[in-house]
């Protein structure tokens, strides 16, 4: 790699890896029963936590879009990353449920510019390829994703799994440094008038944008619950935490083959790849929670991480093809969305699993995938189409 370009996108797949990992930290973690003994915690206290850090992605991803435009993706990274590397210990030393809410909530509060200032960098520099390259920094998220939950059952025999977190905080430090590495960048476009007010003004007054806005909240709620549940369905149905620890990592691997193998394509077709990804998963969802063979619950998350995979990355690259407006904002406020997302539907399976069962909370997941079918179709009629492309 010797483009500039190229060595900021190396950055930001790197920060992306850390970003998954931070992603895959609950689903790994509040499923352990050294966790689950030492905290006390339900099923609605589980889905709470992992509320809890999309409720600090969600006030970060408002905060990244301002700061992303200001300081520039490097700095946005750098910064993000070394937070993320102070907050992860603190998690890690948690002693009571209080505690690990908190952590979580500053790790999401300082991760979130991470993936804002991504994946407006790969909008923004590779305009003739958003889809593989956005896809591409959705492969580093599923591998920083598999990473958490992999190293934790690998480590387990040596270090507890406090260990591996203080581990992915040493990491995210790295990725800053990296970050300060002297990388002669392009001009930078001009973001004039991409304060908030002005920014949502622009976007509000594109009719496709209200689409997106619940496109991406349904995509984001849908991976963190998927990714935060995981674990717990696998015990629920009557396997270990050492096998569900497993299962939970094939699902990112799921995630990861699939975006390797499809991203390539994305670009020509990027509303029917997302269209047949989000029936596909609604569908696989389906058997997996009415079925109670254990080789379908063994199965199922990877099947779901290879239908689901193509359906966050390709709609941020949609939205970025179809809506006019400064990357760092778009991003920032789309982001914002799916963590809203991702704090209300973990949350929603939580109390319908407390009440009821995981498989009946899952079930919500059904549903959500076939409304974006829905609304991914309603990006093809004429007046939601753009009069001029934005680059």
């Not at 603190?90 to 908190?102: D, E």
């Not at 619940?214 to 849908?222: F, S, T």
């Not at 991203?263 to 989000?278: C, G, N, P």
């Amino acid at each position: 790699m010797t483009s500039p370009r190229e060595r900021l996108y190396a950055v930001a797949c790197a920060g992306m890896f850390v970003f998954g990992m931070i992603l895959g930290l609950p689903g790994t973690v509040l499923g352990q029963p050294e966790t689950v003994e030492q905290f006390g915690l339900t099923l609605a206290d589980r889905g709470l936590l992992i509320s809890t850090l999309f409720t600090g992605l969600l006030f970060g991803s408002l905060l990244s879009g301002v700061v992303v435009d200001a300081l520039g993706q490097r700095a946005s990274l750098v910064v993000s990353s070394a937070l993320a590397a102070l907050c992860l210990p603190l998690f890690a030393t948690a002693t009571s449920g209080l505690l690990a809410a908190s952590a979580l909530f500053a790790l999401g509060l300082a991760s979130a510019s991470i993936n804002t200032a991504s994946n407006a960098l790969s909008s923004e520099l590779f305009p003739d390829e958003r889809g593989r390259r956005m896809n591409g920094i959705a492969i580093m998220v599923g591998l920083g994703g598999i990473a958490m939950p992999t190293a934790t059952v690998l480590a387990s025999h040596l270090v507890s799994w406090r260990a591996v977190v203080v581990g992915g905080g040493i990491l995210s430090a790295l990725v800053a440094l990296a970050g300060l590495m002297p990388i002669a960048l392009p001009p930078r476009k001009s973001v004039k008038g991409s304060d908030p007010i002005t920014a949502l003004r622009q976007f509000g007054g594109q009719p496709a944008f209200a689409i997106f806005l619940l496109l991406i909240m349904l995509g984001g709620g849908n991976e963190a619950s998927m990714a935060g549940w995981t674990s717990s369905f696998v015990i629920a149905s009557g396997m270990d935490s050492s096998v569900a620890t497993w299962v939970l990592s094939s699902h990112w691997l799921g995630l990861i083959l699939s975006r390797a193998l499809f991203s390539s394509r994305v670009d020509r077709a990027k509303e029917v790849a997302v269209e047949r990804s989000a029936v596909l998963s609604a569908l696989v969802l389906l058997v997996l929670v009415v079925s109670p063979s254990p080789v379908v619950v063994m199965l199922g998350p990877f099947v779901v991480g290879m239908c689901i995979a193509l359906v966050m990355p390709t709609s941020l690259a949609l939205a970025g093809e179809r809506i006019q407006g400064t990357p760092g904002a778009l991003f920032g406020g789309l982001l914002t969305l799916a963590q809203i997302g991702g704090m209300v539907l973990p949350a929603a399976i939580g109390f319908v699993a407390q009440y009821t069962s995981v498989r009946l909370g899952l079930a919500l997941l059904v549903g959500s995938y076939g409304a974006i079918a829905v609304l991914v179709r309603r990006l093809s009629e004429p007046r939601f189409q753009p009069s001029t492309k934005a680059e």
